[in-house]
């Protein structure tokens, strides 16, 4: 029987000095961050309170044990993280809930918030532009900053109110002065943009079409049980994005094109307010289950852009001389804004939004006319 390895823990003096310097001596669990030095008193020394953890276990039959590891690389900074006791017992006793990856990832994280939050060790000259989109009911957006840790944001967030008793023209004239003071901040090189928003759908989409399909955007979504913008830290269910009715053959007819989002709930064609005869193509993009709690992690929204991008770009090439698309949007704010990001403002057909309220007839009333800023 082979014996059990096991590492002989001599770290080597430039490991604890990087493990330490870069944790700033704290756990590295977000929910904790004490400091793992006490100082000392009239009567006793300073007292460590902080364990050098093992990612992938010291033995072979350890937590998180990968027999493959040799005795060196396991005492490697690589291999450890900081942690205070109570989280170092908690994250060994729970091994399957917190994994390699996943506690490698925490390391990342802090270290990045020890950079960016403590001006002692070098804060970052790289915040982020922060904007929050609210409806009616004024949202907290000193909440935002606890969402974007371990970055940190640039200046006072930018509030932008979409008032749904407003006329949606003025709406749209003020979410495009807003927007494009917004984007002016800065050096655009550098520029990256934290977009919170809670507002109707309408102005979502149209916050994405005017931010248009920029690299350094993230966005966030409102979780109203646990009244944060922090992600869950759960893991996302597979996206399962299905498009149905995209077009095989090009046609040069003109006439009006419906695309339907079905994410937090189903759109009933029948609803749709388009007279029939004028009505070329209806294309839809749905998950399995559409409901309320579908977005869970911004893979999800990634995964939406490049959908809506495929969809957008295929009716563009099939329906050349459509008169407009019908865009009708069941799903997240988020989402909302990652599908205005995928119109392209200078391409994309004429594009009518639209609002839903089931006590009306028609449910659907027109809102915001997206037009291109100039003739394709």
């Given at each position: 029987?082979?014996?059990?390895?096991?590492?002989?823990?001599?770290?080597?003096?430039?490991?604890?000095?990087?493990?330490?310097?870069?944790?700033?001596?704290?756990?590295?669990?977000?929910?904790?961050?004490?400091?793992?030095?006490?100082?000392?008193?009239?009567?006793?020394?300073?007292?460590?309170?902080?364990?050098?953890?093992?990612?992938?276990?010291?033995?072979?039959?350890?937590?998180?044990?990968?027999?493959?590891?040799?005795?060196?690389?396991?005492?490697?900074?690589?291999?450890?993280?900081?942690?205070?006791?109570?989280?170092?017992?908690?994250?060994?006793?729970?091994?399957?809930?917190?994994?390699?990856?996943?506690?490698?990832?925490?390391?990342?994280?802090?270290?990045?918030?020890?950079?960016?939050?403590?001006?002692?060790?070098?804060?970052?000259?790289?915040?982020?532009?922060?904007?929050?989109?609210?409806?009616?009911?004024?949202?907290?957006?000193?909440?935002?900053?606890?969402?974007?840790?371990?970055?940190?944001?640039?200046?006072?967030?930018?509030?932008?109110?979409?008032?749904?008793?407003?006329?949606?023209?003025?709406?749209?004239?003020?979410?495009?002065?807003?927007?494009?003071?917004?984007?002016?901040?800065?050096?655009?090189?550098?520029?990256?943009?934290?977009?919170?928003?809670?507002?109707?759908?309408?102005?979502?989409?149209?916050?994405?079409?005017?931010?248009t399909n920029r690299p350094r955007v993230r966005l966030f979504q409102h979780h109203r049980l646990q009244a944060t913008w922090n992600w869950p830290k759960v893991k996302a269910a597979p996206h399962k994005l299905r498009i149905s009715g995209l077009p095989s053959k090009r046609t040069e007819k003109a006439g009006d094109i419906a695309i339907c989002f079905h994410l937090s709930a189903v759109?009933?064609?029948?609803?749709?307010?388009?007279?029939?005869?004028?009505?070329?193509?209806?294309?839809?993009?749905?998950?399995?289950?559409?409901?309320?709690?579908?977005?869970?992690?911004?893979?999800?929204?990634?995964?939406?852009?490049?959908?809506?991008?495929?969809?957008?770009?295929?009716?563009?090439?099939?329906?050349?001389?459509?008169?407009?698309?019908?865009?009708?949007?069941?799903?997240?704010?988020?989402?909302?804004?990652?599908?205005?990001?995928?119109?392209?403002?200078?391409?994309?057909?004429?594009?009518?939004?639209?609002?839903?309220?089931?006590?009306?007839?028609?449910?659907?009333?027109?809102?915001?006319?997206?037009?291109?800023?100039?003739?394709?």
């Amino acid at each position: 029987m082979k014996a059990q390895r096991k590492s002989p823990r001599r770290y080597s003096a430039r490991t604890l000095k990087v493990l330490w310097g870069r944790s700033a001596g704290r756990c590295a669990v977000p929910e904790c961050r004490i400091d793992l030095v006490v100082d000392a008193t009239d009567h006793d020394p300073i007292v460590v309170i902080g364990d050098i953890a093992h990612i992938q276990a010291s033995s072979d039959k350890g937590p998180r044990a990968n027999r493959k590891l040799s005795a060196q690389h396991r005492d490697s900074y690589e291999n450890l993280i900081l942690l205070c006791k109570n989280c170092h017992f908690r994250f060994d006793a729970q091994k399957k809930t917190n994994t390699v990856f996943s506690i490698k990832q925490l390391r990342v994280d802090h270290e990045a918030w020890v950079r960016a939050s403590l001006p002692e060790r070098g804060r970052s000259t790289h915040g982020w532009n922060v904007l929050v989109l609210q409806g009616d009911h004024p949202v907290d957006a000193t909440q935002t900053v606890a969402a974007l840790s371990p970055d940190f944001p640039r200046r006072k967030p930018t509030i932008i109110t979409a008032s749904a008793n407003q006329a949606w023209l003025t709406t749209f004239k003020n979410l495009q002065l807003a927007v494009q003071k917004f984007l002016s901040e800065g050096d655009p090189f550098d520029n990256r943009f934290a977009v919170f928003p809670l507002a109707p759908v309408s102005a979502c989409i149209a916050t994405g079409y005017l931010l248009t399909n920029r690299p350094r955007v993230r966005l966030f979504q409102h979780h109203r049980l646990q009244a944060t913008w922090n992600w869950p830290k759960v893991k996302a269910a597979p996206h399962k994005l299905r498009i149905s009715g995209l077009p095989s053959k090009r046609t040069e007819k003109a006439g009006d094109i419906a695309i339907c989002f079905h994410l937090s709930a189903v759109i009933q064609h029948a609803d749709l307010p388009i007279p029939r005869k004028s009505l070329l193509h209806t294309v839809d993009v749905r998950v399995d289950d559409p409901n309320v709690h579908w977005l869970r992690s911004p893979s999800q929204l990634e995964a939406l852009g490049e959908i809506a991008t495929h969809v957008f770009a295929s009716l563009l090439q099939h329906f050349p001389n459509a008169a407009t698309w019908h865009l009708f949007f069941a799903g997240p704010a988020p989402g909302a804004v990652t599908v205005g990001q995928q119109l392209n403002p200078t391409m994309t057909t004429p594009t009518q939004l639209y609002e839903f309220n089931r006590a009306e007839t028609p449910r659907y009333s027109p809102s915001i006319l997206l037009k291109p800023t100039t003739a394709r």
